[in-house]
């Protein structure tokens, strides 16, 4: 199956500072690509749809200056938290679906970041 | 997006079948039917995925009504493996198209 991958797999930072977490798309290429976010015992919560070459399509509720999304190619796109806040604590999974592969319609997902805000 | 109703939590024993039943009344003419599994602090992973009638894999089948207001995972002989959270999802499966979860359901398997 195609291959998302996330990195850094976990970061801890102090409050106020901007984390940078990248997904990528190893064997396919991705216009679109999704950014979740997942509290312990919750289901994930959609926050953005990352497009490629244009400005990323936030959910309601989710402040577009403070998690600012890039993405650059077909294959990266980078979510940064920016001025973390404990509450900002949190598991962060990006998804993407192979737009170049005729029959595949299921979606792929990073193995997931774990950040956690001190 | 159609929503989904699933059990919160189910029980199993080893080696035992498992059906998951999943309700989406709403479902619309171009949604499928997707099931994930995830396991603590991973991504999700993609199970089965179908349209109607009946889909089998290697890991698993999806059963589907002619109405497709509900839909059946059904995991053969579970292990301890197995544990994880098993989400429905159903939508249109176009490349731009967002996958909201629902709550998902627990599958917890004892020796």
């Known amino acids: 199956g195609a291959v998302v991958s996330q990195h850094p797999s976990r970061v801890i930072c102090k409050s106020g500072t901007s984390v940078k977490i990248e997904c990528r798309s190893l064997d396919f290429q991705a216009t679109t690509m999704f950014w979740y976010r997942q509290f312990p015992k919750k289901s994930l919560m959609l926050m953005a749809t990352?497009?490629?070459?244009?400005?990323?399509?936030?959910e309601q509720g989710v402040e577009k200056d403070k998690f600012l999304i890039n993405h650059a190619s077909l294959t990266l796109s980078t979510l940064t938290v920016t001025s973390a806040h404990p509450e900002d604590s949190s598991f962060y999974i990006c998804?993407?679906?192979?737009?170049?592969?005729?029959?595949?319609?299921?979606?792929?997902f990073g193995q997931g970041t774990r950040l956690t805000v001190v | 997006l159609a929503k989904t109703t699933q059990p919160i939590s189910m029980d199993s024993y080893e080696g035992q079948e498992v059906n998951i039943t999943c309700s989406h009344n709403n479902i619309a003419t171009n949604d499928y039917i997707t099931w994930y599994q995830q396991f603590p602090s991973q991504g999700p992973r993609f199970i089965i995925q179908?349209?109607?009638t009946k889909v089998t894999n290697e890991v698993a089948s999806l059963f589907i009504p002619a109405d497709r207001k509900s839909s059946t995972l059904s995991l053969p002989r579970v292990s301890l493996s197995d544990t994880a959270v098993y989400y429905c999802?159903?939508?249109?499966?176009?490349?731009?198209?967002?996958?909201?979860f629902g709550k998902g359901t627990m599958l917890l398997v004892s020796p």
């Open positions: 998804s993407a679906r192979p737009m170049d592969r005729a029959g595949i319609t299921e979606a792929f």
């Open positions: 990352s497009n490629e070459g244009s400005k990323a399509t936030y």
């Open positions: 179908g349209y109607k």
């Open positions: 999802l159903v939508g249109d499966m176009g490349g731009y198209s967002t996958l909201t």
